[in-house]
């Protein structure tokens, strides 16, 4: 029997195989003639001044980290949910707290500013 | 007849090969495979027809005809600009990192395609009838984040730094209460497996006991595949289709191509979740299960396609303040409010 994995790895091995095929293809068929103009970088046609890779701002980092706690949580809430039927009235109180924590955890970070756009 | 048509010639197709003394497994190989063809044609087929149907929609509402000259109504347009596409030089600019530059539009097939396998088209139609169907495919869906985000990092260009950490930031915020909205149906239904959610729904869809389930979902689910009013990663008048900037030719295809088979999981997981999936309306079971879950995913992509065309891009602080301080907010309240119910009822044995 192939198992549940077996046939998702199989997807997946087809995917990488079939972007892969795209673009050789591409690379096969299509006209490769490069010029020094070509190949700049595309800034609406100004000239690129200085370095891309610079430090970015906090703001995208303070929405990555909050994300990450919030994330964990719910990964939490899942098998909760999946057995909120049988376990009841205990379930239903564990989730009274739980989801008091992750309210109280959102507006920490409403009241922190964390989630103003800066 | 018609019904079963597609599990019939995957039981004669195995009795074909069980009958030629394949092996058990290799039978299980073979059959996987052929259905995952089947899959990815019904995703390229689709994909074309779906640029084509935005165009028309597109033209329509804006009082323009849209795609009309190559092909019967213009229909041969997307095939037109396939070969196009394929046929055009990739361009390498000289500043990019070039191993992840090329690596990205390989890798961002894979999600949508790894996803198709979880999704029942119909009844017994779907390839892997996963029993964690659900959690699977929202931690499958998350990982193009990181897709969008090296492409538009390494291709060293302003413009694509800022729409991959706008992609970041705007998926990141909106992936909460879309997995949030999910959870109302989980704690119904009791169950992560897809087939078992669109049984749970014979007596009534999920949209009618869910409803700001059903609505949290469909904004952030616009919001995940990148289209407008949440189309800030892309803004093609502000930062120039942000991380494809320098992408052309096929590169840029396979991107386009993995945005609209996003946009039809979206769809599909709406229809699944919320309009009963593959469960005929009103009994009116003599059209097939299948063509059933055809035309409710047709609906909802026709919904964000109208959507996407009738409202104009909102700032970036608006999107941020949207996702956090409306969404999260409303789909924490409706965990709450339906565990809440769900508990009454039981209490009060309805």
Not at chain 2, 126 to 138: C, E, K, Q, S
Not at chain 2, 203 to 218: C, G
Not at chain 2, 302 to 322: C, S
């Amino acid at each position: 029997m192939l198992s549940d994995w077996g046939a998702v790895f199989i997807f997946f091995a087809v995917a990488v195989v079939f972007g892969a095929g795209g673009i050789i293809t591409a690379f096969l068929i299509a006209p490769r003639r490069t010029t020094a103009q070509k190949q700049t970088t595309y800034e609406c046609g100004v000239d690129t001044i200085g370095p891309t890779w610079v430090q970015f701002r906090t703001s995208y980092f303070m929405y990555a980290l909050l994300f990450v706690i919030f994330d964990v949580e719910t990964i939490y809430l899942y098998p909760w949910a999946v057995k909120f039927q049988s376990l009841g009235l205990f379930a239903f109180i564990e989730m009274i707290i739980f989801l008091f924590i992750l309210i109280v955890g959102l507006w920490y970070a409403w009241k922190e500013g964390a989630l103003e756009w800066m | 007849m018609v019904e079963n048509i597609f599990v019939s010639i995957a039981a004669w197709l195995r009795g074909l090969l069980g009958g030629l003394g394949v092996p058990d497994l290799w039978n299980d190989v073979i059959l996987m495979v052929v259905k995952l063809l089947a899959i990815l044609v019904f995703i390229l087929v689709n994909a074309l027809w779906l640029v084509y149907m935005e165009r028309k929609v597109a033209g329509y509402i804006q009082s323009r005809l849209g795609p009309i000259h190559v092909g019967p109504k213009g229909l041969l347009q997307t095939a037109a600009d396939i070969g196009k596409l394929l046929g055009k030089e990739i361009i390498l600019p000289k500043n990019i990192d070039l191993v992840v530059f090329l690596l990205m539009p390989v890798l961002i097939f894979v999600p949508p395609l790894v996803i198709f396998a979880v999704i029942p088209f119909g009844k017994d139609m779907v390839a892997v009838d996963m029993n964690i169907g659900v959690f699977y495919l929202i931690a499958v869906a998350s990982l193009s984040t990181i897709i969008f985000w090296a492409a538009g990092w390494s291709s060293n260009n302003k413009y694509s730094l800022v729409g991959g950490m706008r992609s970041v930031a705007q998926m990141v915020s909106y992936e909460l209460p879309l997995v949030l909205a999910l959870l109302g149906v989980i704690m119904i239904t009791g169950t992560l497996n897809m087939n078992e959610i669109v049984n749970a729904q014979k007596n009534v869809w999920f949209i009618f006991t869910q409803p700001i389930a059903f609505l949290v979902y469909f904004i952030a689910g616009v919001s995940e595949t990148n289209r407008t009013p949440f189309d800030l990663v892309e803004g093609e008048s502000e930062i120039i289709a942000g991380p494809y900037t320098e992408y052309a030719g096929m590169g840029f295809a396979m991107f386009f191509l993995a945005e609209y088979a996003n946009v039809m999981i979206v769809s599909a997981m709406c229809t699944i979740m919320f309009l009963g999936g593959w469960l005929a309306p009103f009994g009116l079971d003599f059209v097939p299960s299948w063509l059933w879950f055809f035309l409710k995913m047709y609906l909802m992509i026709f919904i964000f396609m109208w959507i996407r065309w009738t409202y104009p891009r909102i700032r970036v602080d608006q999107l941020m303040a949207f996702g956090w301080k409306v969404l999260v907010p409303l789909s924490l309240a409706n965990i709450f409010v339906t565990g809440a119910g769900m508990y009454i009822f039981r209490a009060i044995g309805w």
